[in-house]
């Protein structure tokens, strides 16, 4: 069984560039969702998509937008880079099943240090 | 506003005693709550979890108590153990957000030798 992983593993862009991140979900999952850790701070959500439709958005502005494909593996694309914008990307895959399992089984990737200078 | 608040940045226990990890959350429609572990370069691990109908739940070493008129808890790690030391993070869910997760900011956990 594969777990989820991320490329590239660290990203360096200037100010004003756009960026991908792709992920790739775990074997058996069609939720994905994104988040982003600044230095200090814990992950912040910014959205889920589920069977390819984003079902769930976080406080990020539109320049932060994603996609899911039929596999299931998924990109966040970031427009317009701000020096705040340097975090770790994690992305975490889960069944889409409901109930408790759903949370207990969401599985992360080791993430994508962004860097923006 | 951070809706779960890990107020120790760090705590440093030795091995074989107790490690208590403790978090506050503001918002009353949270009903499930996690912990994770993550290690440097790598991502968060679940650890165990609890849901608003439960005040315990224990898993091997690991247990996690739910304050609900305090909107507290607490994980506890007996007897802590060296390969525990990593950052803790505290994580919350509310029904209907379709298992969107809140985090605090991570408590660092230090087990001495």
Known sequence: ETGVTQSPTHLIKTRGQQVTLRCSSQSGHNTVSWYQQALGQGPQFIFQYYREEENGRGNFPPRFSGLQFPNYSSELNVNALELDDSALYLCASRSGLAGESSYNEQFFGPGTRLTVL | ?113
């Open chain 2, 1 to 113: 506003d951070q809706q779960v608040k890990q107020n120790s940045p760090s705590l440093s226990v030795q091995e074989g005693r107790i490690s208590i990890l403790n978090c506050d959350y503001t918002n009353s429609m949270f009903d499930y709550f996690l912990w994770y572990k993550k290690y440097p370069a790598e991502g968060p691990t679940f650890l165990i979890s609890i849901s608003s109908i439960k005040d315990k739940n224990e898993d091997g070493r690991f247990t996690v108590f739910l304050n609900k008129s305090a909107k507290h808890l607490s994980l506890h790690i007996v007897p802590s153990q060296p390969g525990d030391s990593a950052v803790y993070f505290c994580a919350a869910s509310a029904w209907g957000s379709n298992y969107k997760l809140t985090f605090g900011k991570g408590t660092l956990l230090t087990v001495n030798p």
